[in-house]
Each structure stands twice: as C-alpha cells, then as structure tokens.
C-alpha cells in the first residue's frame, strides 16, 4: 500500500509540474539604492524578439508594456517612449526623466507546446539608468511555459511575473 502512496504522490508531483511556468532571474547590476516612488520614468520599447528566423511582430510592444505596468504599481509618472529602444534615443528626449528603462529581448520562442511538448521562452534583459544615464540596476529574466498549456499560452503570457517581482525589488 505504501509503494501506491509513494507512486501516486510522484504521479501528482509531476502533474503539477507540468502546469507551472517557470522563471530565473540573474542580475548583472545589483541595485545600490531603492527607486524613489515620485521618480519619472521613461520606457523605452525594444525591437520584436525573434527565434531563428522567425520575427514576432509586437513582442516588443508587449515587452514594454509589461515593464509599464509593473512600474506604474510604484509610480504615477510613467511614460513609453514608443519611437525609442536605447537610451542614448530615451536621453535625448527634450524633458528628463529620473529614470530611464531600457528592456531588450534576447530571446522569444513561442512554440506550440500543447502537441510538440517544446516550451515557450523568453529571455529579457531590463536595465534601469538614472537621470545621467548611469547604470543603475539590471537583470536577465528567463521564462519556460508550463508543459500542460491547454493550447492557450504565448511567450507574452509569461512577461507580468517576473517583471513584476524584478520592479517591486527596485522599490
């Protein structure tokens, strides 16, 4: 009877598994101080991911968005510089900012994971510049869909949680 439990508790384990996108966060800059919340701030958007040859058209709108959301949690002021993806284009802007964002996608790979069992991924990398264009954090954020998606899910479906919990450790 205990070998049952043990199989059917392993059973389940991986089912739920299946079901959970999962995420890693490496920093490259660490933060030296928290954003002040009444800081302004300008998105820039970056260029649509790709895989191979494969282009993703308004990945790159979703990206920013996401990065938007998640720092108008902390923010009233902030803003996306649509015509914008580095910071010499955000800097150059005619009103400054207290912080620049500059996200860029280094990977986008949207598969169809309900029947090939491949996952979608991305790959982001988000740094954040002050008003004089230093660095002042930054971080790689990668992202696996679950295996079990229902035919449903995007790579942009996994963008709000790991940006989210990367914004609220800048606060």
């Known amino acids: 009877m205990s070998h049952l439990k043990v199989a059917l508790a392993g059973t389940l384990?991986?089912?739920?598994?299946?079901c959970v996108?999962?995420?890693?966060?490496?920093?490259?800059t660490p933060a030296q101080s928290k954003l002040a919340a009444t800081?302004?701030?300008?998105?820039?958007?970056?260029q649509d991911g790709a895989?191979?040859?494969q282009t993703y058209p308004a990945s790159g709108s979703a990206t920013a968005n996401a990065v938007r959301a998640a720092l108008s949690r902390?923010?009233?002021?902030?803003q996306l510089a649509t015509?914008?993806?580095?910071?010499s284009?955000?800097?150059s802007n005619s009103t400054p900012y207290d912080y620049y964002v500059v996200p860029q996608i280094l990977h986008w790979e949207d598969r169809a994971t309900e029947w090939s069992g491949k996952k979608d991924r991305i790959e982001l990398k988000i740094t954040v510049y002050s008003r004089n264009g230093s660095p002042v954090a930054s971080q790689i954020i990668s992202g696996a869909s679950k295996?079990?998606?229902?035919?449903?899910?995007?790579?942009?479906?996994?963008l709000a949680e790991p940006i989210n919990q990367y914004v609220q450790s800048l606060y």
């Open 21 to 28: 996108s999962t995420y890693t966060r490496q920093t490259v």
């Open 147 to 158: 295996w079990f998606t229902f035919g449903g899910d995007h790579p942009q479906d996994l």
């Open 13 to 18: 384990s991986l089912a739920l598994a299946a």
């Open 89 to 91: 284009c955000l800097t």
């Open 51 to 53: 895989y191979g040859d």
């Open 39 to 46: 800081g302004s701030v300008l998105v820039a958007v970056p």
């Open 74 to 78: 902390f923010s009233n002021n902030v």
């Open 83 to 87: 015509s914008c993806s580095e910071l």
